[in-house]
């Protein structure tokens, strides 16, 4: 554990534990805030619902407050940089390359996708599909309710996928690239030492291979496109299916346009933690082999 504490107190990575412990920190408070007022709500007791007619301005109720904070936050920066040097290193040297070799905190949940994916795939379908469905959640997000209020019930949906694929998923791979990634970009647990001599033989083979199938053969491409195509319509269809049987509001609110927009997204985003898993768990490189693409 000792190699562990050495790197989560190197200067580079005080910012990202820190940062870390602050996302969680106000999700927790806003989780807490969300479960007060269902539980208000149930009991019947006064809540600060805007609906029921208690409302506060923006101004100048949150921006003095915003404001106070934005202060606090550079006043506190500020001090730190008095005590602390930065973390700056020699001139780069084109023939010394570091092991490991890691980009910017903000890009290692993409650095982590490409142990995962192909290239393309990692570093611009999935990073499209997000900036996509970010840009399309007013169009399909037909539920007014939790507009100026904290409420869990009423929105626990649109909650749950949305702290699922950021504080689990996005906030667990900048964590994987930071602390556990080692030399090599091998995985190192926290109680192992990151030895760069360290040799892991792993034996990664392809889902048509587990047929007795070559992967780049014609039918190998016809298995692994058929269990992408079966993926995605078995997502969409079986959950249409039983909330329109039982005859649930959302189906008739979204119209099934939104509804297979969302459904996509959902399961686009349930695609990341399946690989992650099939490959640590089975060793399975890809899915789907094609001479173009891989998946």
């Known amino acids: 554990m000792s190699n562990f504490f050495h ?7 005080e910012v990202i534990a820190l940062f870390g412990i602050i996302v969680f920190f106000f999700a927790g408070v806003a989780f807490y805030e969300a479960f007060k007022y269902d539980r208000k709500k149930s009991k019947g ?4 619902d805007p609906s029921d007619g208690d409302q506060l301005l923006s101004w100048p109720y949150l921006a003095k407050k915003e ?8 006043a506190g920066l500020f001090f730190w940089s008095l005590f602390t040097d930065a973390p700056l290193e020699e001139i780069a040297n084109p023939a010394s390359t570091p092991n490991p070799s890691k980009a910017p905190w903000y890009f290692l949940g993409l ?3 490409l142990v995962y994916f192909d290239p393309w795939i990692a570093g611009v379908l999935f990073p499209g599909i997000i900036v996509m469905g ?13 507009n100026g209020y904290y409420t869990f019930k009423e929105r626990w949906f649109a ?3 949305f702290s699922f694929g950021f504080l689990f998923m996005w906030t667990a791979l900048i964590a994987v690239g930071v602390f556990v990634r080692g030399p090599g970009w091998m995985w190192f647990w926290p109680w192992q030492t990151w030895n760069p001599h360290r040799i892991v033989a792993e034996t990664n083979i392809d889902l048509s291979v587990f047929f007795g199938v070559d992967s780049l053969s014609f039918m190998g491409s016809v298995i692994g496109g058929g269990v992408i195509l079966i993926y995605y319509v078995l997502g969409i269809a079986v959950p249409y299916a039983i909330m329109k049987q039982k005859k649930m509001e ?10 297979v927009t969302v459904a996509f997204l959902f399961w686009s985003m349930m695609g990341l933690p399946i690989k992650v898993f099939l490959r640590l768990v089975f060793h399975l490189k890809y899915v789907w082999v094609t001479p173009w693409f891989n998946i």
């Open 67 to 74: 404001f106070l904070v934005a202060i606090l936050l550079f």
């Open 7 to 13: 790197i989560l107190f190197l200067k580079d990575n």
């Open 134 to 146: 970010l840009a399309a959640i007013p169009y399909i997000d037909v539920n007014p309710k939790g």
């Open 159 to 161: 909650i749950s996928v």
């Open 45 to 48: 007791l006064s809540t600060s």
């Open 250 to 259: 959302v189906i008739d609110k979204l119209g099934i346009e939104r509804y």
């Open 111 to 113: 650095q982590e996708m």
